[in-house]
């Protein structure tokens, strides 16, 4: 794997940490600015509504100057976002900071990803997208709760200079030594949105919202659900979400690797074993060891289908997949919300803090079913029925390396 993947890694993992790391801390920030728990928490909606509308905006704002410039632009403002967040005298300043700051997620993540695809031959690419990607499940591994530690000891300001620095370090990594990526020729907003017309690059979208949002429908309660039902203490709960972070790291890995190989085959496995986990987790979770070990599980699984999701909206967006790749990426986000709003309801009702698995099973169990209906699509207009049923884009199935600069377009395997 290129050297430059490193650089982007980097960049994953500052943006990984500011992401998550705020979860920990919201009691300090909530008690320094006065203001309720609750209300903290818009640091954490805030965040997630600025990547599903900074996405689309941003990598369309990048249209005119090259994908390198443009990852160095990124980096820039997410530097920016958290040094105003770490200096912020007010809390309406600390959210405007974290959302500055968001809205170079989803642009950095999907224009990143097809920067690192198209430093490898076709064959590795959703490898080279699953490395890039580590860096965001290190950062729940090692980022995050270093964050939390430094924030609690030293004051949670100092967390987000921390994250502010690590920008800086991604930022000149990128500048060093990812490649000079010119802008594709021919390549322009109008073909970038026609991409959405393609009804499997919005099928593969839909799999992104409700099979990671199966994830989140379990973790975004797993500490009540792991103190109050499992019986952890509550000094236990950082080493579990190292335990989940290393699930992740596992799963991005094995889901990067197999995705090359069998993409589709790789979905139908990782979704229908993650709603199987998820269900189980209504029982596991009345015992530690049992829950511990489902939790790695739910991790892993989650974040297998990451790389090959990615590249499924790679392949099909064609010769136009930049936009695609980052809305993609605010489709984790929107996932993210959705999966906590409707495991709230479910713990609201008082149907218990396990009730939120049976969410996340039946979201995930949804993905599996439009990763079917998708591939059948697929295999019917491959063996003559109606393309209109795969692509309705028009300008037809341009590729992928038109936009992707390497040596040819990529397989599409299923």
């Known amino acids: 794997m290129p050297l430059a993947l490193l650089a982007l890694a980097i960049g994953a993992f500052g943006i990984g940490t500011t992401e998550f790391v705020i979860m920990g801390l919201l009691p300090e920030v909530a008690s320094e600015y006065g203001v309720t728990i609750p209300t903290a928490g818009h640091l954490v909606s805030g965040y997630a509504l600025g990547v599903v509308l900074g996405a689309p905006i941003m990598t369309i704002l990048g249209t005119r100057v090259s994908r390198k410039r443009m990852l160095m632009l990124l980096m820039g403002l997410f530097i920016a976002g958290n040094v105003v967040s770490a200096l912020a005298p007010t809390f309406g300043l600390m959210l ?10 989803g642009a950095f993540f999907g224009i990143g990803s097809v920067v690192a695809a198209g430093l490898v031959a076709p064959h590795k690419r959703a490898g080279a997208i699953a490395m890039m990607f580590t860096g965001l499940t290190l950062a729940n591994v090692v980022g995050v709760p270093l964050g939390t530690y430094v ?44 991409a959405f017309r393609n009804v499997q690059v919005l099928l593969a979208m839909g799999m992104t919202v409700l099979g990671f949002g199966g994830v989140f429908a379990a973790i975004t309660y797993i500490t009540p659900m792991m103190t109050r039902t499992a019986g952890f203490a509550d000094s236990s709960v950082t080493w579990l979400l190292v335990l989940l972070g290393l699930g992740m790291v596992v799963g991005n890995l ?46 892993a699984l989650g974040f297998a289908t990451v790389p090959p999701l990615q590249k499924r909206v790679l392949d099909q967006a064609s010769g136009a997949p930049t936009l695609a790749s980052a809305v993609n990426i605010g489709a984790f986000n929107l996932g993210n919300a959705l999966a906590a709003w409707l495991g709230g309801l479910v713990i609201g009702a008082g149907l218990g803090y396990t009730a939120p698995n049976w969410v996340g099973a039946a979201l995930a169990a949804s993905a599996l079913l439009l990763a079917v209906v998708s591939h059948t699509l697929e295999r019917r207009a491959a063996h003559g029925g109606d393309g209109a049923a795969t ?18 377009a990529p397989t599409r395997r299923s």
């Open 391 to 408: 692509d309705l884009t028009g300008p037809g199935a341009a590729a992928l390396a038109a936009s992707v600069p390497t040596a040819s």
């Open 254 to 299: 094995v889901g990067g690797r197999y995705a090359d190989r069998h993409l589709m085959p790789m979905l139908y496995v990782s979704l229908g074993a993650l709603s199987v986990v998820l269900a189980l987790f209504t029982l596991t979770a009345h015992d530690k060891i049992a829950a511990a070990v489902t939790l790695f599980l739910i991790g």
């Open 151 to 194: 924030g609690q000891n030293t004051g949670w300001r100092a967390t987000f200079l921390l994250v502010a620095g690590l920008g800086v370090v991604g930022l000149a990594g990128v500048a060093k030594l990812v490649p000079e990526q010119p802008r594709p020729k021919g390549v322009r907003i109008r073909h970038e949105v026609a």
């Open 96 to 105: 405007t900071g974290r959302v500055v700051a968001s809205l170079a997620h």
